[in-house]
């Protein structure tokens, strides 16, 4: 099973800074993988696929890099609806599509 | 406009099994993948099922010979049947359209294992 390691477990940060959050795999998962927003009683929301492609819909603040083991979520100026919980996936092989523990942004 | 709505969830004994649908709009789950995930409270997220397009089946190996995901392609629904529940299966059960990046998620139903 790949291992799926996000950091950090929280930032602090305010609106209008820039957020960079880290994704690494166990091993290489090519450029498949994505990135989920999750806020507080909702569904996850799909943000980035490809590591870099970001899905319908999603603001041009978001942007995503990196392939093989190391990954990266760059919210270029945070707006206050940012703030939520950011999950990194794998989808590389099955079984399973792992994901990462979480990254929570909050104020 | 693609929704998921997932029904079934509830209060189970261990050992009990309990049979979670998810019905689609906007797509048939006949020639798309479908992925059940869920999330324990407070906890991150777990792919545990999915269907393929084919009809074709994986499951994680914490469900592996529990569980088996199904569809009816008339009604448009994808099934979870879950058998010898166990404390650690409660969760937050979401199915999904997908089974690598998962682009449309349902609200979720939520499943209690406890005595």
């Known amino acids: 099973e790949i291992v799926m390691t996000q950091s950090p477990a929280t930032l602090s940060i305010s609106p209008g800074e820039r957020a960079t959050l880290s994704c690494r795999a166990s091993q290489s998962v090519s450029s498949n993988l994505a990135w989920y927003q999750q806020k507080p009683g909702q569904s996850p929301r799909l943000l980035i696929y490809g590591a870099s492609t970001r899905a319908t819909g999603i603001p041009a603040r978001f942007s995503g890099s990196g392939s093989g083991t190391e990954f990266t979520l760059t919210i270029s100026s945070l707006q206050s609806e940012d703030f939520a919980v950011y999950y990194c996936q794998h989808y590389h092989y099955w079984p399973p599509y792992t994901f990462g523990q979480g990254t929570k942004l909050e104020i | 406009e693609v929704q998921l709505v997932e029904t079934g969830g509830g209060l189970i004994q261990p050992g009990g099994s309990l049979r979670l649908s998810c019905a689609a709009s906007g797509f048939s789950v006949s020639n798309n993948y479908v992925t059940w995930v869920r999330q324990a409270p407070g906890k991150g997220l777990e792919c545990v099922a999915v269907?393929?397009?084919?009809?074709?089946?994986h499951y994680a190996d914490s469900v592996k010979g529990r569980f088996t995901i199904s569809r009816d392609n008339p009604k448009n629904t994808i099934y979870i049947q879950m058998n010898r529940l166990r404390a650690e299966d409660t969760a937050v059960y979401y199915c999904?359209?997908?089974?690598?990046?998962?682009?449309?998620w349902g609200q979720g139903t939520l499943v209690t294992v406890s005595s």
């Open positions: 999904a359209r997908g089974s690598g990046s998962l682009l449309n």
């Open positions: 269907i393929d397009s084919g009809g074709s089946t």
